[in-house]
């Protein structure tokens, strides 16, 4: 148990993260749960873009927008990977060790503060929580291998120290409250054989389910945009405070992303691949057979209240 593995052949220094993660999108990252459950669906062999069919419920929820995650019975319709909650009740690496062993892949909250992989953001200079998905560890040798935003990464020493609270290291300080922790339970022969028709099943109820009103207009109106202020030539422009940053990004930074993955799922729909028809019975087209995203502004694509 002391050295486990989830997923077998991943290496952090040849890892290649999926193109939803490539250097050529306008938003590489979106938050740390989607960008995890991206990369562990790739890494089992998935396509992460069939499950991004639940970005058109994006709703502005009068003082931020919607919470940008998969739902979880998406992932387990689609690639047979349920998530359970996991109790902690005593020491961490026990448990996730436990776990690995047992083929599950754990997702820990962690501080950034010790993630290499946050180095220039977080990494030994500020704390914030984030969600890491750990692949493999090494009690022993203190070390552990993990998902993390748009990669995969490993992490040993005071960082493991850290991470896990080990008692009497420099890096302890003691985990007053555990952290949440869920495992993912991977069941490939739950997943289906048709996945893009299950993909399309998922966003047709999802399309159901999307706000009455346009939750863009809805941030403008209740965040309407500061007036302009006049200043003195020479006087230096002040910068944000923190608190105003931290605030702007609370409130926006699932918007942006969630519309750009939502954008790819539109294609990735449209390129399924459609039966053959018969030249003696074509069917005939009209305008309300579209796709609901096809030939609408994105104003016009929310549903109106009567």
């Not at 493991?160 to 991977?186: A, C, N």
């Given at each position: 148990?002391?050295?486990?593995?989830?997923?077998?052949?991943?290496?952090?220094?040849?890892?290649?993260?999926?193109?939803?993660?490539?250097?050529?999108?306008?938003?590489?990252?979106?938050?740390?749960?989607?960008?995890?459950?991206?990369?562990?669906?790739h890494?089992?062999?998935?396509?992460?873009?069939?499950?991004?069919?639940?970005?058109?419920?994006?709703?502005?929820?009068?003082?931020?927008?919607?919470?940008?995650?998969?739902?979880?019975?998406?992932?387990?319709?689609?690639?047979?990977?349920?998530?359970?909650?996991?109790?902690?009740?005593?020491?961490?690496?026990?448990?996730?060790?436990?776990?690995?062993?047992?083929?599950?892949?754990?997702?820990?909250?962690?501080?950034?503060?010790?993630?290499?992989?946050?180095?220039?953001?977080?990494?030994?200079?500020?704390?914030?929580?984030?969600?890491?998905?750990?692949?493999?560890?090494?009690?022993?040798?203190?070390?552990?291998?993990?998902?993390?935003?748009?990669?995969?990464?490993?992490?040993?020493?005071?960082?493991?120290?850290?991470?896990?609270?080990?008692?009497?290291?420099?890096?302890?300080?003691?985990?007053?409250?555990?952290?949440?922790?869920?495992?993912?339970?991977?069941?490939?022969?739950?997943?289906?054989?048709?996945?893009?028709?299950?993909?399309?099943?998922l966003?047709?109820?999802?399309?159901?389910?999307?706000?009455?009103?346009n939750?863009?207009?809805?941030?403008?109106?209740?965040?309407?945009?500061?007036?302009?202020?006049?200043?003195?030539?020479?006087?230096?422009?002040?910068?944000p405070?923190?608190?105003?940053?931290?605030?702007?990004?609370?409130?926006?930074?699932?918007?942006s992303?969630?519309?750009?993955?939502?954008?790819?799922?539109?294609?990735?729909?449209?390129?399924?691949?459609?039966?053959?028809?018969?030249?003696?019975?074509?069917?005939?087209?009209s305008?309300?057979?579209?796709?609901?995203?096809?030939?609408?502004?994105?104003?016009?694509?929310?549903?109106?209240?009567?």
């Amino acid at each position: 148990m002391a050295n486990a593995t989830v997923i077998p052949g991943l290496d952090p220094a040849s890892y290649r993260p999926h193109a939803l993660h490539g250097a050529t999108r306008i938003w590489p990252e979106t938050n740390c749960s989607v960008d995890l459950t991206i990369e562990v669906v790739h890494a089992l062999g998935g396509d992460p873009t069939a499950a991004l069919g639940f970005t058109v419920t994006q709703d502005f929820e009068g003082d931020q927008f919607t919470f940008f995650k998969v739902p979880q019975a998406d992932l387990e319709t689609l690639f047979g990977v349920e998530t359970c909650e996991l109790s902690v009740f005593d020491d961490l690496g026990a448990h996730v060790a436990l776990q690995i062993e047992r083929g599950r892949l754990p997702l820990v909250e962690v501080d950034a503060f010790f993630l290499p992989d946050t180095r220039d953001v977080s990494y030994r200079t500020a704390h914030s929580k984030t969600t890491i998905g750990i692949n493999r560890i090494d009690v022993a040798a203190r070390r552990i291998e993990y998902f993390h935003n748009a990669g995969f990464f490993a992490l040993s020493g005071e960082d493991f120290d850290g991470i896990f609270g080990v008692p009497g290291s420099r890096e302890h300080q003691g985990l007053p409250l555990f952290p949440y922790t869920e495992y993912l339970k991977v069941r490939p022969d739950r997943a289906p054989r048709d996945i893009r028709a299950t993909a399309r099943g998922l966003l047709v109820r999802h399309l159901a389910r999307r706000p009455v009103g346009n939750p863009i207009r809805a941030y403008a109106e209740a965040f309407p945009p500061m007036p302009r202020i006049s200043r003195p030539a020479r006087r230096p422009i002040s910068t944000p405070t923190p608190s105003t940053r931290c605030a702007w990004w609370a409130r926006t930074s699932s918007c942006s992303p969630r519309i750009s993955t939502g954008s790819t799922s539109r294609d990735w729909q449209s390129r399924a691949p459609r039966r053959s028809r018969s030249p003696r019975t074509p069917r005939p087209r009209s305008s309300s057979s579209r796709a609901p995203w096809r030939g609408r502004s994105s104003s016009r694509f929310w549903r109106r209240s009567a």
